[in-house]
C-alpha cells in the first residue's frame, strides 16, 4: 500500500512563493481561483467562545491530511477547517482504491493516513504557510476575510485518546509553540522578513469527536466529559445517519430519492445509538459544557454504512461509506429533528453533500460550520469553492442582505412574508435581535426541509452518470491532456511535464571489438503539448483520478512516478518510477522500468549509463566510444527516457516538487 509522505517545509515554502511569483498559481491551483473575500459581505459566524469569517470549509477527509491540502482548501476560500481524524491506531491498511466518486459517492477510507506525530507536524505547517501567504501582501486579502478556525478531529475510543501519544498530540494543538519555534528555524534565509510573524501558539482549541459506527454512547460521554474536563476543550459531537432508524433511513434512501440499488445493513442500525439516546447524551453532556463554561455542539453526519455493490472499491471491503446527495436528504432530516427537540439550544455544524447550490441554504439555517469533502473530488477540486461564494452572494443581493445574519433573517422573512422580521435584516442582526434570529433559523429549517426529498437533483435518476470514458488505452507518454487528473487529487499529486523536446531517442549498442557501434530504432514520438506524471509522495492511491480520467487505467497507475528520496524509491521496489537529484555539478536520475533497476549520471558533458549486466561511460552523445561492461547487445532506450525525464522535470516550464526539492539540496 503506497504510504503518504510529508514534504520538508523549507521545500514547501520555495515551491509555493516560486509558483505564485512565476506562473500565478500555488500548487497548480490558478491565481483566478482563489477566493480572498469580498468587502460588501460579512460572512463571519460564531463559533465555540470565537468567530471564523467565513463557516465554509473541508471536512475531515483526504483535504485535510497534509499541509499542501489545508493551503490549496484556504486558497479556494475556506476559513473553517475540519482536520483529518486521528487516532492510536495509525499504522492502518486502508484498501486501495478507496474513493469513487463516480457519481453519489462512497470511500472506505475514515482517518489520519499519517502518524500522529506527522499529522501534528501537517497541521502546524499548513497553519503557519497559511499565516505566511496572508501576511506577505503578495495575494490581495479582504480584511474581513482573515479569521480562521482550525478544528481538531479525534476517534475513537477513550482508552486511545487517553493514551500518552494521543494527548501529546491534543497538548500540542492547545500549545503549539515547541513545534512553531522548530519549524520557525526551517524558514529559508531569502524568506527571512516572516521568520517572526506572531504564529498561533494555541492552533486549536476545539474539536469534533468522531463517534465511529458503533461507538457506545456511554463512551461517547466518556470521551467528551474528559476532554472537556481534562484539557479544556469545546466539543462537537458527529452523529451517524443510523439515528433515523431503519424505517425513516430506508424509507427516505428507497422510497422518497429511489437509490434501491443501495443497501443499508441491519447491523448498521443494531450497533449505533437510537436517537432518543443521542439526545440523552447531548442532555447529560451539557450539564458539564456549563459548568465548565465550554461550547457543546451536534454535527450532522457522518457517512452512511452501505453494502459495497457499486463494483469499484475492493469487494473484500463489505461495507463502505456513502456521501453526496442522498446523505443531504437524510442529514437534514436529522438536522430537523433535532432541533424540533432542542429548538436552539446547541450549535449544529454540517457535513453532508454540500455544493454550491446548495450551500446558501446551509447558510440561511444558521449551520456553522458547513463543510466540503464529495463535491471537492469532482472536476476543479479546491477551485470549486469560489462557485458556492457566487451562489451565496448571489442570494444575499436578492434579498437586500449583506451579513450572514441578515440573509437568515431575510430567507425566512420570504417563508413568511412577516414585514416585522423583513426590515429587521435591513437594520442588520444585533443584540436586540437575537431571538428574532434563532426563531428566522427554526423557520429556515422547516422550510429547507419541506419537499427537499423531492427535489429531482438529489434523487437516483439524476445521479446515475458517471465522468465520461472514451475507450482509449492511458499509456506512460501522451494522453488527452484534459488535466482533470490534476485538481481531482486532494494532495495536489499528479502534476504536468512540459519541455520543447518532442521526440525521444530510441537504439542500441552493439559491441564491435574493442568499440560500439549504434544501431538507431524509430523514435519514441511525444505527440501531446505536455505530459502528466504522479508525485509518489503524496500520492496514496485513493483512485479518484482513475474516476474522472477520461481514458482506461489511471494516472496515478499508468503515469511516471516520482519519489521525493531514495530511500522511498529503494523501499517500494514494487513500483516503477524515478528518483532525481543533483550531485555536485552534475545530475543524477535512478529509474525502474517493469521492475529492472537503472542509473543516468551527468556532469558536463560525461555520461554513466548503468543496468542490472551493464556499466557505461561516455562523453556527450559519442555512444561509440563507450568504456565499461556489458552484454554484445545494450538497450539505450531507457537511457533517453531517463535523460529526457531528467530535462523535462528539473528544467522544464512547469513547477513540481521535485524541482523544488532538487533547489533546497
Known amino acids: 500500500m503506497a504510504e503518504l509522505v510529508p514534504y520538508p517545509f523549507a521545500a514547501l515554502i520555495r515551491r509555493t512563493f516560486h509558483e505564485l511569483r512565476t506562473y500565478d498559481r500555488i500548487f497548480d491551483l490558478p491565481r483566478a481561483k482563489f477566493h480572498t473575500g469580498d468587502e460588501n459581505y460579512d460572512l463571519s459566524a460564531p463559533f465555540a467562545d470565537g468567530r471564523v469569517a467565513s463557516p465554509l470549509g473541508p471536512a475531515a477527509g483526504p483535504h485535510t491530511q497534509m499541509a499542501q491540502n489545508l493551503v490549496l482548501s484556504w486558497l479556494g476560500g475556506s476559513r473553517f477547517f475540519e482536520l483529518k481524524t486521528v487516532q492510536i491506531q495509525d499504522e492502518l491498511k486502508i484498501p486501495r482504491p478507496c474513493i469513487d466518486m463516480r457519481n453519489v459517492g462512497y470511500n472506505a477510507e475514515w482517518s489520519q493516513e499519517l502518524k500522529l506525530e506527522a499529522s501534528l507536524e501537517e497541521y502546524v505547517k499548513g497553519a503557519m504557510l497559511v499565516q505566511m501567504l496572508q501576511e506577505s501582501g503578495e495575494l490581495e486579502l479582504a480584511p474581513s476575510f482573515t479569521q480562521l478556525i482550525w478544528d481538531m478531529s479525534v476517534g475513537y475510543d477513550l482508552a486511545g485518546i487517553r493514551s500518552e501519544r494521543v494527548q501529546t498530540f491534543l497538548r500540542n494543538m492547545l500549545d503549539c509553540r515547541r513545534v ?14 516572516l521568520r517572526d510573524l506572531d504564529f498561533p501558539e494555541r492552533l486549536s482549541d476545539t474539536l469534533t469527536l468522531s463517534t465511529f459506527h458503533g461507538c457506545p454512547p456511554e463512551e461517547i460521554e466518556s470521551i467528551v466529559e474528559f476532554l472537556m474536563r481534562h484539557l479544556g476543550i469545546h466539543c462537537v459531537i458527529k452523529f451517524n445517519p443510523m439515528l433515523l432508524g431503519p424505517q425513516d433511513a430506508r424509507g427516505l434512501l428507497h422510497d422518497e430519492l429511489g437509490y434501491d440499488e443501495i443497501r443499508i445493513p441491519d447491523s448498521a442500525f443494531e450497533r449505533d445509538m437510537p436517537f432518543q439516546r443521542a439526545v440523552e447524551t447531548m442532555e447529560s453532556l451539557d450539564e458539564t459544557a456549563r459548568e465548565l463554561d465550554l461550547s457543546l455542539g451536534a454535527k450532522f453526519t457522518n457517512t452512511l454504512i452501505v453494502e459495497n455493490t457499486a463494483g469499484f472499491l475492493p469487494p473484500e471491503e463489505k461495507e463502505v461509506y456513502l456521501s453526496g446527495p442522498p446523505l443531504h436528504v437524510l442529514a437534514m432530516h436529522l438536522v430537523a429533528r433535532f432541533r424540533r427537540h432542542f429548538k436552539m439550544r446547541f450549535p449544529i455544524s454540517f457535513s453532508a453533500g454540500i455544493d454550491k447550490f446548495n450551500f446558501p441554504d446551509a447558510v440561511a439555517l444558521g449551520l456553522v460550520p458547513v463543510t466540503v469533502c464529495s463535491d ?41 412574508k412577516d414585514s416585522r422580521i423583513e426590515g429587521l435584516h435591513r437594520q442588520g442582526a444585533s443584540v436586540k435581535t437575537q431571538q428574532d434570529l434563532l426563531q428566522a433559523v427554526l423557520v429556515n429549517t422547516e422550510a429547507y426541509l419541506d419537499g427537499l426529498a423531492g427535489q429531482e437533483r438529489y434523487r437516483q435518476a439524476k445521479n446515475r452518470k458517471t465522468p465520461k470514458k472514451i475507450g482509449s488505452q492511458l499509456e ?183 524541482q523544488s526539492l532538487v533547489r533546497q539540496s
Open 376 to 416: 471537492l473530488l469532482k472536476t476543479g477540486g479546491y477551485g470549486r469553492l469560489g462557485g458556492y461564494y457566487r451562489q451565496l452572494q448571489s442570494r444575499m443581493d436578492a434579498v437586500g442582505a449583506r451579513t450572514r445574519e441578515e440573509f437568515i433573517l431575510a430567507e425566512a422573512a420570504r417563508q413568511l
Open 476 to 658: 506512460f507518454f501522451d494522453c488527452v491532456s484534459c488535466d482533470k487528473c490534476l485538481p481531482v487529487c486532494p494532495n495536489d499529486a499528479n502534476f504536468i511535464l512540459k519541455s520543447s523536446t518532442r521526440s525521444i531517442k530510441s537504439a542500441f549498442l552493439e559491441r564491435c571489438g574493442a568499440k560500439w557501434e549504434l544501431r538507431e530504432a524509430p523514435m519514441i514520438e511525444l505527440d501531446e503539448r505536455h505530459q502528466i506524471a504522479n508525485f509518489a509522495d503524496f500520492c496514496n492511491e485513493c483512485g479518484n483520478c482513475d474516476i474522472f480520467c477520461p481514458e482506461d487505467g489511471g494516472p496515478y497507475v499508468l503515469k511516471p512516478r516520482f519519489f521525493g528520496s531514495e530511500a522511498q524509491w529503494r523501499r517500494w521496489k514494487e513500483y516503477d518510477g524515478f528518483f532525481l537529484e543533483r550531485v555536485g555539478e552534475g545530475e543524477r536520475v535512478l529509474g525502474r522500468f517493469e521492475g529492472q533497476e537503472f542509473l543516468c549520471e551527468r556532469e558536463g558533458d560525461r555520461v554513466r549509463y548503468r543496468g542490472l549486466e551493464f556499466d557505461l561511460r561516455w562523453q556527450g552523445e559519442d555512444f561509440q566510444q563507450a568504456t565499461g561492461s556489458g552484454p554484445e547487445q545494450i538497450d539505450l532506450t531507457y537511457f533517453h527516457l531517463m535523460e529526457w525525464l531528467l530535462d523535462a522535470v528539473l528544467q522544464g516550464d512547469a513547477p513540481n516538487y521535485i
Open 180 to 193: 512553531v519555534n522548530r519549524l520557525r528555524k526551517q524558514i529559508p534565509a531569502e524568506f527571512s522578513s
